[in-house]
């Protein structure tokens, strides 16, 4: 499966943005899909995922209660609604996929995007 996220952009703190992670190739919807960012001289970390049925999410401590996962199997397409944005969001934000079981660890993801970038401003 080939994934294209798009929709970072430059915020300011309090502001909204809507990621989109469109995927190409079979089955998309027996893959468990995830959200992760890497931040300038830190390590990747996980953000969100959702199991290949939407039915469930799981979320980095820090974003519940402010981002959403979803995904439109139909439209072979993950999002990640951000609310509330904070400065510490800033990140290149990255789209995964991988079979099976919705976990959060990074090598467990077998197929990435290739990033689009998240700035917020306070």
């Known amino acids: 499966v080939q994934l294209q996220a798009s929709g970072g952009g430059l915020a300011q703190a309090g502001d909204s943005l809507r990621l989109s992670c469109a995927a190409s190739g079979r089955s998309f919807n027996s893959y468990v899909m995830g959200w992760f960012r890497q931040a300038p001289g830190k390590e990747r970390e996980f953000v969100a995922a959702?199991?290949?049925?939407?039915?469930?999410?799981h979320y980095l401590d820090s974003v519940k209660g402010r981002f959403t996962i979803s995904r439109d199997n139909a439209k072979n397409t993950v999002y990640l609604q951000m609310n509330s944005l904070k400065p510490e969001d800033t990140a290149i934000y990255y789209c995964?996929?991988?079979?099976?079981?919705?976990?959060?660890?990074?090598?467990?993801?077998?197929?990435w995007g290739q990033g689009t970038q998240v700035t917020v401003s306070s």
């Open positions: 959702v199991s290949w049925s939407g039915g469930g999410t």
């Open positions: 995964a996929a991988k079979r099976t079981f919705l976990e959060v660890s990074t090598p467990a993801y077998d197929y």
